[in-house]
């Protein structure tokens, strides 16, 4: 089994190749060479594929256990970054993308347990192509991509690969997206791996309730509702009968077991622990600092506190993935006062709870241009969200890796002054991993009723995402919402409506071919 972990990559000697360049022996999640030659060291006497040389470093990288042998492919021969070569690479001029010369190396490229594809003009196209082809053949090994966050068609592309195989190592490889597809079932990534004893897919659904108006930051707005008052909206979530795991504050314990059905309790895990025990809340201080420093309009009601709320979700999940006390293969995350948001969510839950969904899936309001998420000043100036929070499904591998991702997204944007809501840290996420991603559509009061189909607020999603993804050329946004609508409903006068922009995004994310199968 080829393990991957910060230790064992920081404990390579990359000095052994005298190699006078920063980027080289450069740390996981900046630069990918540790990575590319910790996965060779995991190999001996085999012939590995580094499929565009450019000056030469991934080759040198990949050489780093010298009973393998690499091959380097370019196009055209370009001076190398270090003389002399070592004696276990060989550059090859060579276009392994030509039909007649790939023949020539098939047999070789099929039987290397390793291949690094590294290409211009990184549109996903070339990618694809190779990917498929490999899977033609029946390849058995790892093929590692880079670049596959930093190029619009690079995301496009690892959004097509089959989610079994593929898994995101960017905080292990290359700022811009490092990406492998494992055909060998040889690398563990994740911290969390399904239960070995499950056979039947089950649920484990999360929530927590924590009394506000107790933070030292509680405003006027936060202190109207009081502690009881979430608590006589639970009833709703509470009487479900799922496998549930409540964390709460202490003093309130006896109110929620009243709620919680006594048939209930067997299949429920209680966690008292106070809010500011929660991994998040020691950054309050600096959140309040940001917001002065900082300076934006938000609602009165969004303290530092109640952004630390939000934050415990991500805590809350991963502590229970871990532990994982009903053997459960996915999660979901539920507010304890869901009924808030209007009956038929919970009407709607059996039916959402059924797909059994494996990557993360939230309900996508408002579409918001990516380019946004890097300018933090405007991101942040209104304090605008696109995507809910309230309710959220995922398999366990998938909710663990969302989480982690959240965590960093909020200390990224702590550490560069800003913080508003655990809702806009999905959007930055999602451009960042959209391999994670699985979306259905609508506004707050839709976070369940919509997750199988558009049941309500269609023209909704229309107006805030169809319509504004197409505005900014995001195809592959615009083509997502269109099929969820197309499939949800036949009006006539709506898929009318809906006909061009869906032809039109098929088109230019390369899915004409599926556009096809849905309209006819």
Known sequence: MIEITTEKLTSLDMNKFNYKDDEFPGEPGKEHYRLLSYFASCFKNSDIFDIGSHRGSSALALSYE????????DIERRTKNYDPIPANIDFVICNLFDQVERENWEQKLLNSPLIFLDIDPHDGVLEYEFYMYLISKGYKGIIIFDDILYFAGMRVFWDKIDPQHQRDITKYGHWSGTGIVDFSGTVAINQFSLPSTVNDKNWTLVTAYFNLTKCSDASEEIKKRDG?????????????????????????EDKLKAIRPAHLHSRTTWIPISFEDMKMTKYRNKIITNRIEHPYHFDNRNTASYYLLCMSRYDALKRVIEQNPYQSTHFAWINICIERMGPSNLEELPNALSLFRDRFSTCYIDYIPPHFTVHHADYFKFGRCSMCSGFFTGRGDYMYEFCNRVEEMFMEYLNSGYGHADEQLFLAVYFRYPWLFEFYYGDYQQMITNYVSSKENTDFTIDLMIRSAYNDSNWYVCYRACQYIWKSNKNPQLVKELLE????????????????????
């Not at 010298?66 to 492919?73: G, L, P, T």
């Not at 509470?238 to 709460?248: D, R, T």
């Not at 922009?501 to 006819?520: A, C, M, N, P, V």
């Open 228 to 252: 009881d008052y979430y608590i006589q909206h639970s009833k709703g979530c509470l009487s479900l009968e799922y496998n549930m795991v409540i964390f709460y504050d202490p003093e309130y």
């Open 501 to 520: 922009w869906y032809h039109q995004s098929s088109i230019k994310i390369g899915k004409y071919d599926e556009f096809l199968r849905d309209t006819q």
């Open 66 to 73: 010298s009973s393998n042998h690499v091959y380097s492919f």
